[in-house]
């Protein structure tokens, strides 16, 4: 937030030996002050001038609020910590938490207190519109750790008791945004091959249905990775319903709530035969494709039929480095996707890569070719040669990244194993198989992306440490430190050793 542009202010100097001291405040505006504010700017002040207070007695200043109501407010400031009082916002400042300021009508509007939030509901009671727009502060209590507010001209039917508080942590982030990227421990972690050979991340059925602790684990590597696996499953096609529910909401379409993977004749489905399966992402002529995707196999004693993954944010990653001008073309141009039958009609269009700029990091890819509609215009609402051109290019070098043998993790699930993946980022695909000498039955499902984000958060507020130490990068992080603190030391001993020799 933005430092307010003082009109008439009152600040409590810092350094003050008593551990509490506590100040009445009344802002009039008068002459005196308006010629103190103006000798300020003369004199190039800072920006503000700092009244000089003495803690032992209790002093008064006035001010006008932005509806030239005059208020009064009783400060309790305690240890390093400072208050600023303006017209309409408040400066909070302390040696731990620095400076920041807080419109009025902003605190005001983030009361969780019980009247304000019901306890068991956690919805609000009140309206933003609610908030009378001279809204200013009764009393102020401010140790630099929890700020508390008594309000004055608060919203009607409230009482002047009315009191808000609380922690600056949560007055810095008030809110979980579960879409949101911040750090570097919560970016996906992009793998290839033969790092998936080495740390694909197994849990038990048991486990994961009863074990919070190896469930959050489990659930750190999904939201690093992309893709786990869930093995010992009882052998009943009910178990990928239960698999799902555990995470989230089942996801429901024209397929169910859940859903088959075996042939059938005249499927409706190229998944539904037993004819090779090119990479690709599920429901993509939807307007919301699921988030995530089970396939629990049940049986699979056919020759083939092996599973191919591979992550996609890594394949658009290396196109940002090593093809520019193609990674910008699959960020503009679109491609449509259709499911036409007699019963259903889809169809949705999007960028092959959903990249969010302002973040600096890609949000979903978007590719499945064996649904592909009609190409919607390159430009100007016309199909170019040289549009087509670029796009070719373009989804080759994709192609080419996505099914390059650094990239392809493979693995033939037996019955009671489950892979869960991110559908708009691990793409998916299944070598042929013969039916001559066997079977093979899949049964799916999906689950939301708000869900799955949903069950992050949980896990990891409840479980920080395991979430922390289940990073797939932990052990790796670990090692590098254990070798830098160890390079040091060495370092510290051959100092020490050429100190130790004599003159």
């Known amino acids: 937030m933005h ?107 983030l009361c969780r207190c019980p009247k304000c939030v019901d306890p068991h509901s956690k919805q609000r009671s009140f309206r933003t519109s609610d908030i009378p727009k001279d809204i200013a502060p009764r009393h102020v209590k401010w140790d630099g750790e929890r700020l508390e507010v008594q309000w004055s001209q608060d919203i009607p039917e409230y009482p002047d008791s009315h009191t808000s508080s609380w922690d600056y942590q949560y007055l810095k982030r008030p809110f979980i945004n579960t879409h949101a990227i911040k750090t570097k421990s919560t970016y996906p972690l992009r793998w290839g091959s033969v790092w998936m050979q080495r740390r694909q991340h197994w849990i038990s059925y048991q486990d994961y249905m009863e074990n919070d602790v190896k469930f959050a684990a489990a659930m750190r590597n999904l939201s690093r990775m992309g893709l786990i696996f869930v093995k010992n499953i009882p052998e009943s096609r009910e178990m990928v319903e239960k698999l799902a529910t555990r995470m989230g909401p089942l996801r429901n379409s024209f397929y169910g709530p859940t859903w088959d993977v075996r042939t059938v004749p005249e499927a409706k489905n190229v998944a539904y035969t037993n004819q090779f399966l090119g990479f690709h992402m599920d429901l993509m002529y939807m307007n919301e494709p699921p988030g995530y995707q089970l396939l629990h196999c049940l049986e699979n004693s056919c020759e083939g039929g092996e599973s191919l993954f591979a992550d996609a944010f890594r394949a658009a990653d290396i196109m940002s480095y090593e093809h520019p001008r193609d990674f910008q073309t699959l960020t503009r141009h679109q491609l449509g996707y259709e499911y036409i039958h007699d019963d259903q009609i889809y169809y949705n269009h999007w960028p092959v890569f959903d990249y969010d700029r302002k973040i600096n990091s890609m949000r979903r890819v978007n590719y499945s070719p064996p649904f592909q509609s009609p190409l919607p215009p390159y430009s100007n609402g016309e199909h170019t040669h040289s549009g087509f051109v670029a796009l070719k290019r373009a989804l080759t070098n994709f192609t080419r990244l996505l099914e390059s043998d650094l990239s392809v993790f493979e693995l033939k699930l037996n019955p009671g194993e489950c892979a869960i993946f991110a559908n708009r980022r691990v793409v998916h695909a299944r070598r042929q198989f013969n039916m001559t000498g066997g079977s093979r039955w899949l049964a799916g499902a999906y689950v939301d992306e708000d869900a799955l984000l949903s069950r992050f958060a949980v896990c990891q507020k409840k479980h920080p440490i395991t979430w922390r130490a289940a990073d797939p990068m932990a052990d790796i992080h670990s090692h590098r430190s254990q070798k830098a603190n160890a390079a040091q030391a060495e370092k510290t001993v051959e100092v020490e050793s050429v100190d130790a020799q004599p003159l």
């Open 3 to 109: 430092r307010p542009r003082p009109s008439y202010f009152f600040r409590l100097a810092r350094g003050f030996s008593a551990p509490s001291r506590s100040f009445v405040a009344t802002r009039h505006v008068g002459n005196a002050m308006a010629n103190l504010v103006d000798a300020a700017k003369a004199a190039d002040i800072a920006s503000k001038p700092e009244l000089s207070i003495n803690p032992e007695l209790p002093q008064k200043v006035s001010f006008t609020n932005s509806s030239d109501n005059g208020a009064e407010c009783t400060l309790d400031v305690q240890g390093e910590a400072g208050v600023e009082l303006y017209r309409d916002a408040m400066t909070l400042s302390s040696e731990t938490t620095g400076r920041r300021s807080f419109p009025y009508h902003y605190l005001r509007d």
